[in-house]
């Protein structure tokens, strides 16, 4: 599939067909605090209950249900800063395939644990996910092992688009989404899906504000190379591939604009979800929230906020919710 091509509605449609049964379709939750905030209704969609944790299930699903058995008795390999090697993880076992997650030492402990608990072989692998991908472009090489990307695949971006119809389905006076942006594959994925059916609604990216490889490129006009940097966001973390064949051209067409989100705003969004939402979430699921309470992102209608996923460290949210300096966490 070309870039000039895209992923289309098709695609992501047939990929909800795939994954069903196989992922969770998660609820949407209007939340009194934001919408009183905002002055308009915005609504939670909660991937943190995916059952990984994260959105990132719906897409490593759909890849590896579109690879012949063949592929998946050589097994699968793939960079990830945590959420998509568990998500690959579970769904490669579920399809008695075995996994390999090449990971940089910039990801959490609790992440890699996880990973390893799920069944898959773990690679610690450099200090960036584009250091990780070289170990992955290795194993590709020598071992014959079948790469499935964290985003820049169409089966990837497929699977996570399933998130857009469900928004229009359960929001039909959707105007706006608010949606993390790493990579790009949630991001084009939604944005595809959502445009097809309702074109004026707009897609808003949201990433910390040091190392956004995704809105550098953008403005740029190319991928460009980023340095990583520690952030309570870390799933967000890692470059956009200066090969990238889908997701850079996706979100340069389809998103309407990327807001930078600091630290100090982004850990007051952990809070707010567990104070006011009762929601446990990592630095990037917090990450929407956190705009709104910073009042970076202006709403007209209502919105839907992707909350992306529940995975951080237990010691580092009590460090935030107790309000730790961040220079102190654990």
Sequence with gaps: MSAERHVSLDDIRAAAARVSGHVLRTPMAQSASLSALCGVPVHLKLESHQRTGAFKLRGATNAMLTLSADQRKHGVVAASTGNHGRALAYAARSVGSKATICMSSLVPQNKVDEVRRLGAEVRISGRSQDEAQIEVDRLVAEEGLIMVPPFDNAAVIAGQGTIGLELVEDLPDLEMVLVQVSGGGLASGIAAAVKALKPGVKIIGLTMDRGAAMKLSIAAGRPVEVEEY????????????????????????LLDDIILVTEAEIAAGIRHAYEQEREVLEGAGAIGIAALVAGNARLSGPTAVILSGRNIDMRLHRHIINGGELEDAP
């Design 230 to 253: 520690p952030s309570l966001a870390d799933s967000l973390g890692g470059g956009i591939g200066l090969d990238n064949k889908l997701t850079f051209s996706m979100c340069q067409t």
